[in-house]
């Protein structure tokens, strides 16, 4: 993430893309398999806010929590998709764990001819994109709550939820 960080400064599209379609996957992925994970991803959410999100706005300070909550939501809520990862890593572990109950009965009861119940995964998997989309929704009605008093800021985060574009 510092290296990516120091492409940032230079080509903060480039650097985004590849956070945003890469690296941040691999930390997704980390957070979706390991449990208590959290913790350990205090570093990476330091080089994130100290590094990373001012390099890629073209900032020479380190990011606000405001500004850092603006960047963790999705683009679809109006910001960056850049999640804190230390506050995801136990929501996804949850939901990973939900989706991957019936394998796991499977394989610990030794089931010799498992047959995917595709009706139940599509469900299940339902269930956890309108609990996640609800998350977001909520965190966006918090941070509009706090740019109460910055009515260009609140504008800025509802036109480009509206846009489905990046704020930058």
């Known amino acids: ?10 080509e903060p599209q480039i650097a985004y893309s590849a956070y945003v379609y890469g690296l941040s996957k691999r930390w997704n992925y980390v957070c979706r398999t390991t449990p208590g994970v959290a913790d350990r991803l205090t570093p990476l959410e330091q080089v994130t806010r100290d590094e990373f999100i001012p390099a890629i706005i073209n900032r020479l300070f380190s990011c606000t929590d405001k500004l850092r909550n603006i960047t963790a939501l999705p683009p679809k809520y109006g910001g960056l998709g850049i999640p804190v990862m230390m506050d995801m890593a136990d929501r996804e572990y949850k939901f990973s764990c939900k989706a991957t109950k019936h394998l796991k009965e499977a394989i610990l009861k030794q089931v010799d001819n498992y047959t995917e119940d595709w009706k139940h995964s599509k469900e299940v998997k339902t269930e956890i994109t309108m609990e996640r989309n609800l998350f977001y929704q909520q965190k966006q009605a918090e941070i509009r709550q706090e740019l109460e008093s910055t009515p260009l800021a609140k504008l800025m985060l509802q036109l480009a939820a509206e846009k489905g574009e990046v704020l930058g």
């Not at 993430?1 to 230079?10: C, F, G, T, V, W």
Request: a positive charge.
């Open 1 to 10: 993430l510092k290296q990516l960080s120091d492409i940032a400064s230079r």
